[in-house]
């Protein structure tokens, strides 16, 4: 599973979308459900027992489709490049995504490609499907768009995640010219990155969006140990008041989390209650994730 996943805010839907996404995409499948406890229901106000999150994987990246209520709206400033291998994969997801959904780029040939679309699906999610120009290997490719107060701000943030990881670097950028208003000269018009071997892609857009990063779309670290949680988590808040139960937001207004995921995971998903709702009250109380203080709660 990737090193840096992606959870989806959604009010109810995590088990439906899951489901789809692991039935429509190839080589997925879901890897796990937790559910809520009666630990911090005054906050997050379901029922014991209720699904919070269903754990999955596209291509070996990782995917936690959170039920958290109506709080947060999924939007595009988000979204995933679908990298496949023919036009025909593209149809066959397109037809699929679009039942329901909306069109921010109508699927057709572009410059860039043979053929691409950009949807939001039923529910609420973002793909940017395209035909790769090499073989694929990474199939999902988070995309970050900079848009309002952060527009021209790609290539700066670009600099600083890769200076905030350690296994990082720089890819292909090109950037707006003369004459492509609104849009910025010189601002980016497409930038790669790599954060700890995976791919990501930045964008500005200086059109008139109705939409900023928020916690709808959050991407998860998986820490492995309370070093990395403290280099990862010093790096990246930048807002102290958004800092809760291992989320935070940098200084673009991207939600992180900083999380032992796959530990958690094993734990939340396993069979022990009483170490289920322990680790959900720990949880609920904490800012920073502070490892020692979790595993002596649980234990």
């Known amino acids: 599973m990737s090193k840096i996943g992606a959870c989806l805010w959604l009010d109810t839907q995590a088990v439906e979308a899951a489901e789809f996404y692991t039935t429509l995409f190839p080589n997925s499948r879901i890897t796990g459900t937790t559910h809520y406890t009666e630990a911090g229901q005054e906050f997050h106000g379901h029922e014991p027992g209720a699904v919070m999150t269903v754990e999955y994987e596209i291509d070996g990246f990782a995917f936690s489709a959170l039920n958290g209520g109506p709080y947060f709206s999924l939007n595009p400033s988000i979204s995933f490049f679908v990298r496949c291998e023919s036009a025909d994969e593209v149809n066959r997801l397109w037809n699929e995504l679009a039942v329901g959904g909306t069109v921010h780029m109508p699927l057709d040939t572009y410059p860039f490609s043979e053929r691409y679309g950009w949807i939001q699906d039923r529910f609420g999610v973002s793909y940017q499907l395209v035909v790769s120009s090499a073989p694929v290997t990474q199939r999902i490719v988070p995309s970050l768009l900079f848009v309002g107060a952060v527009c ?37 018009m497409y930038g790669e990155f790599q954060l700890e071997g995976q791919s990501f892609v930045a964008m500005d857009s200086a059109q008139d969006h109705h939409f900023n990063f928020s916690e709808a779309v959050s991407l998860i670290i998986d820490a492995t140990n309370q070093d990395e949680i403290d280099t990862y988590w010093n790096a990246l808040s930048a807002v102290p008041e958004a800092e809760q139960c291992g989320w ?46 979790l595993w002596e709660t649980i234990q």
């Open 248 to 293: 935070l937001k940098d200084r673009y207004g991207v939600s992180w989390q900083v999380f032992p995921n796959a530990e958690m995971n094993r734990v939340l998903t396993g069979d022990d209650e009483l170490r289920k709702r322990r680790a959900l009250e720990a949880l609920f109380q904490m800012k920073k994730i502070d490892l020692a203080a």
């Open 152 to 188: 021209g701000k790609a290539e700066e943030a670009m600099l600083y995640y890769v200076s905030s990881f350690k296994n990082a670097s720089l890819g292909e950028l090109a950037r707006y010219g003369a004459g492509q208003e609104p849009e910025i000269a010189g601002s980016v």
